[in-house]
């Protein structure tokens, strides 16, 4: 392959494909830092290729234009991980994986030693109780038996019998004699303390090492929806993780309508006394929608909780619409046994207005946005279809989420 000199600087290679809507150039690397390229305004934009790069990869020439989101997917799969980060990966986790085995060596190693000292401790404690008086006189009573000199006969069992009974009861009829004497001797006795097991520390140590090297190749929180896309949903968490300022460490599908009859009993079943539950809704419109909130789902006959993290919203994916709660003494979420998941909640003369709520189930329900949480949009007549489509939800799919935050 040719090597081409930039126009600008003759002793540099151009390594780039610049271009906007004007011009396209090849520069060098000290043409980016100058300013050949610098008019750039928002409507033309310089757009880059990295010659080598698109000479090896189609996908990185590819992605430099507009793209549908199918195809954009696709190509960003293929840029994901380079040669370089796989290698990276496996050298590293090899050399923990050995770091390791050397942790696992050390710990048997103390583990043998820790048996060696509970043992020579366990035969120290041994002699020390032999001391004691009372259990002196029981070997010495013994002895007559198994240490005599004469001809053991029935006359002596019966003598050592009588004498240990004696002994037995006497030592039962005054404990307190007996645990006196086993605490003077407890307090003369040494005990080996062992080291603390400080390998396992390093154990997991070294364990979380390879946990935080293979993350970027594992979905960020290691969710896949069936109604929203994976983009979409880190979305939601990102902006739950912002809300909330906590970081979320788990996500897990405690609700699937894949599997779950929808109805408000099921529903009640899975989220009984779960809080921080995101949940994904879709209508027989196939309009996407849902909501979060940290409050507390309690089973009960008709109650309204307020959110004091202020951190609940209510949201449509197919308008790209977010509707955060109003205030923290809004009602958030609306807790009713005989309902299914209802947000919001404000009763307007006889008419009980919910911002979200589905019925038992889960065809019936309504919209009313802007009692509880906000909606700042004038057509007030797409206010109750602007979330299902329609007036009513008839949901076809749901996932509820439930978020663990460290
Ligand atoms: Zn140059």
Known sequence: ????SCKYHFNKQALFIVWNKDQLMF????????????????????????????IREPDHFFSQFELNEKNKIRIQ??????????????????????????????????????????NENKYNHRKQLEQVQIYQNFRSTLDLVYNSQTQINLEIINQCENNLKQ??????????????QLERIFINCNIIKTQEFQHNKQLKDQLYQIQLLIQPFKNKYNCLSSIVSEEFLEELLARIQLNSKKKIIKTNLIFDGKNDRLNATMFWKKVQNKENLLMIFKSNKNYIFGAYSPCKWVYTKNHSYADKTKSSFIFSKTNNTFHPILDKDYKAINCNKTKGPCFGYCENGDIIEYDLSIDEDFQGGCSYLGNNYLWN??????????????IQPKIINCEIYEITFS
């Not at 750039?40 to 698109?54: D, F, G, M, R, Y």
Request: hydrophobic letters at 35%; proline letters at 1%; aromatic letters at 6%.
């Open 167 to 180: 002994l037995c009861h006497n030592i039962e009829s005054n404990p307190i004699q007996l645990n006196t």
């Open 27 to 54: 520069i060098c690397e000290e043409c980016i830092s100058s300013n050949i390229i610098d008019t750039n305004t928002q409507s033309n934009k310089w757009k880059k290729l990295v010659i080598e790069k698109a």
């Open 1 to 4: 392959m040719n090597c081409l």
């Open 377 to 390: 949009n004038d057509e007030a007549q797409k206010l109750n279809t602007h979330l299902f489509g329609q």
């Open 77 to 118: 799969a293929l840029q994901k991980y380079s040669f370089e980060q796989f290698k990276y990966l496996i050298e590293n986790t090899e050399k923990h994986i050995q770091e390791i085995q050397c942790i696992l060596d050390r710990i048997i190693n103390d583990l043998k030693l820790e048996v060696v000292n509970i």
